[in-house]
């Protein structure tokens, strides 16, 4: 190969700009996906203030027990909860308040009517720092019936199992 065809490498303010603009997940609704079948995602920002941006780079958040709601022309999220900031003062957050969400009115306006819709749902899946600014991942979500999930958890196992099976007959290079 040509050493013009090398990649330079980079530099130290490159390298701090990559992991400064990379996604730094904070918290997982991993219940979402279990719980819900996911049909469409969009990105939005939250409005914050200042203790709760302090929490979350301290990595303490959860998302559990949250969904989202349209009011207004305006998108909310309710039920996340940030913790209080430890070092924070008299204007520390209230951990469980609804927080507004930063979306453009023709999504809101779209997710509104999707939810307006029987069995449809709007639920976070993933809170996370990306080029320094909080987002929230928020899923268009139906919810499963019991039976749902049940055979949702027998094809992962099966799919387990088919792999191990695969890994073992598997023909390694020999040395």
Same mark, same amino acid.
Request: hydrophobic fraction near 40%.
């Given at each position: 190969?040509? #050493?013009?065809? #090398?990649?330079?490498?980079?530099?130290?303010?490159?390298? @701090?700009?990559?992991?400064?603009?990379?996604?730094?997940?904070?918290?997982?609704?991993?219940?979402?996906?279990?719980?819900?079948?996911?049909?469409?995602?969009?990105?939005?920002?939250?409005?914050?203030?200042?203790?709760?941006?302090?929490?979350?780079?301290?990595? /303490?958040?959860?998302?559990?027990?949250?969904?989202?709601?349209?009011?207004?022309?305006?998108?909310?999220?309710?039920?996340?909860?940030?913790?209080?900031?430890?070092?924070?003062?008299?204007?520390?957050?209230?951990?469980?308040?609804?927080?507004?969400?930063?979306?453009?009115?023709?999504?809101?306006? @779209?997710?509104?009517?999707?939810?307006?819709?029987?069995?449809?749902?709007?639920?976070?899946?993933?809170?996370?720092?990306?080029?320094?600014?909080?987002?929230?991942?928020?899923?268009?979500?139906?919810?499963?019936?019991?039976?749902? #999930? @049940?055979?949702?958890?027998?094809?992962?196992?099966?799919?387990?199992?088919?792999? /191990?099976?695969?890994?073992?007959?598997?023909? @390694?290079?020999?040395?």
């Amino acid at each position: 190969m040509p #050493k013009e065809w #090398k990649k330079p490498k980079m530099t130290e303010a490159e390298r @701090r700009k990559a992991e400064a603009d990379s996604k730094k997940v904070v918290a997982r609704n991993k219940k979402a996906r279990h719980d819900y079948l996911i049909e469409d995602t969009w990105e939005a920002g939250l409005v914050l203030s200042g203790t709760e941006v302090k929490a979350l780079r301290m990595g /303490r958040a959860s998302l559990v027990d949250a969904w989202v709601e349209t009011k207004d022309g305006e998108a909310w999220l309710y039920g996340a909860n940030i913790p209080m900031y430890a070092q924070g003062s008299w204007n520390n957050h209230a951990p469980t308040r609804k927080r507004k969400l930063l979306l453009h009115k023709a999504e809101i306006v @779209r997710l509104a009517q999707k939810v307006a819709a029987k069995g449809y749902t709007i639920v976070p899946l993933e809170l996370y720092f990306i080029g320094g600014k909080a987002k929230v991942e928020i899923a268009l979500a139906k919810g499963k019936q019991e039976f749902d #999930k @049940r055979h949702a958890l027998r094809e992962a196992q099966d799919k387990r199992e088919a792999e /191990r099976a695969m890994s073992r007959y598997v023909k @390694r290079p020999q040395r």
